[in-house]
């Protein structure tokens, strides 16, 4: 049975940093391209960083880049989201997903842990 | 990048009807790289179709999906209680890979 579990998230000061992890198990990690999905309190739902199965290959929203990193460690079966320069709009519940067949298109989520960037 | 524009934003309906939501592009979704997801409230999204047509493993068959460029149903043909819950497309075509903003298929 596919499994992700995200850790990490928490309040934080505008401007400060947070890593978010997501424990992968019941697939082949390294096979898979994964990813960081967002979704605001009470809002939509909006795509945040790709990296490949390989982590060889990284894409970002314009919303993020040069701020957050995504990475990943296939021997520990993780897949982390760095988060600096946060700001008072990136506060939303993070979910991380596994791609299928293709790049874009997500078969498996995690429950989600809640950013909140506040003072 | 692609915008996606559902319609309705709210669905009234009970339980037993028939629901069609829709999916409109920006521009044409190649190769109907399009999939509906189900969200239900303090849940994760769920896949429901793929290729704009293709259910996801475990998706019953009252669940259709159709449609190719920039138009796409889902359809769900006798609403179950299960299906009440907020329904999102999202294209896959080309990144940034983007969502439409959500219709909310609530009980009438």
Redesign the interface.
């Known amino acids: 049975e596919v499994q992700l579990v995200e850790s990490g998230g928490g309040l934080v000061q505008p401007g400060g940093s947070l890593r978010l992890s997501c424990a992968a198990s019941g697939f082949t990690f390294s096979s898979y391209a994964m990813n960081w ?1 967002r979704q605001a309190p009470g809002k ?4 945040v960083s ?1 990296i490949s199965g390989d982590g060889d290959s990284t ?1 970002y ?2 919303s993020v880049k040069g701020r957050f990193t995504i990475s990943r460690d296939n021997p520990k079966n993780t897949l982390y989201l760095q988060m600096n320069s946060l700001r008072a709009e990136d506060t939303a519940v993070y ?1 991380c997903a596994k791609s ?8 498996y ?4 842990t809640l950013v909140t960037v506040s003072s | 990048e692609i915008v996606l524009t559902q319609s309705p934003g709210t669905l009234s309906l009970s339980p037993g009807e028939r629901a069609t939501l829709s999916c409109r592009a920006s521009q044409s979704v190649s190769s109907s790289y399009l999939a509906w997801y189900q969200q239900k409230p303090g849940q994760a999204p769920r896949l429901l179709f793929f290729g704009a047509s293709s259910r996801a493993t475990g998706i019953p068959d009252r669940f259709s999906g159709r449609g190719s460029g920039t138009d796409f149903t889902l359809t769900i043909s006798r609403l179950e209680p299960e299906d009440f819950a907020v329904y999102y497309c999202q294209q896959y075509d080309s990144s940034p890979y983007t969502f439409g903003q959500g219709t909310k298929l609530e009980i009438k």
């Open positions: 999905v939509g739902l909006e795509w790709a894409h929203a314009d979910y299928g067949s293709y790049y874009g298109l997500w078969d989520w995690g429950q989600g």
